[in-house]
Nanobody, 120 residues
Framework: QVQLMESGGGLVQAGGSLRLSCAAS????????MGWYRQAPGKQRELVAS??????NYADFAKARFTISRDNAKRTVYLQMASLKPEDTAVYYC???????????????WGQGTQVTVSS
């Protein structure tokens, strides 16, 4: 199977920075896309950023403050977050599209989530 191990969440003051990491392991042939979503209490889960090949996509709130990157050799996606605001407080989830075998289909996997709390 596939496991996604997230790390890097925590408590930070407004204006601070955090870097989230998500490493994929298990039965993997290729990883077409990786990304991050977040869900704040009482709100729907929303896209933060994604990366497909070298093409990145950001939610409007993430542009200019967050940077997504990936290390293909490590099967890891990163989210560097800067100038954090209290409204960035949420559980951040790693999301990946994975092909597990040659000619296999694309499956979507989610991480368990990591809490990011920004204090004012």
């Amino acid at each position: 199977q596939v496991q996604l191990m997230e790390s890097g969440g925590g408590l930070v003051q407004a204006g601070g920075s955090l870097r989230l990491s998500c490493a994929a392991s298990g039965t993997i042939f290729s990883i077409p896309a990786m990304g991050w979503y977040r869900q704040a209490p009482g709100k729907q889960r929303e896209l933060v950023a994604s990366i497909r090949g070298s093409t990145t996509n950001y939610a409007d709130f993430a542009k200019a403050r967050f940077t997504i990157s990936r290390d293909n050799a490590k099967r890891t996606v990163y989210l560097q977050m800067a100038s954090l605001k209290p409204e960035d407080t949420a559980v951040y989830y790693c999301n990946t599209e994975i092909v597990q075998r040659v000619l296999g289909g694309v499956r979507t996997f989610w991480g368990q989530g990591t809490q990011v709390t920004v204090s004012s």
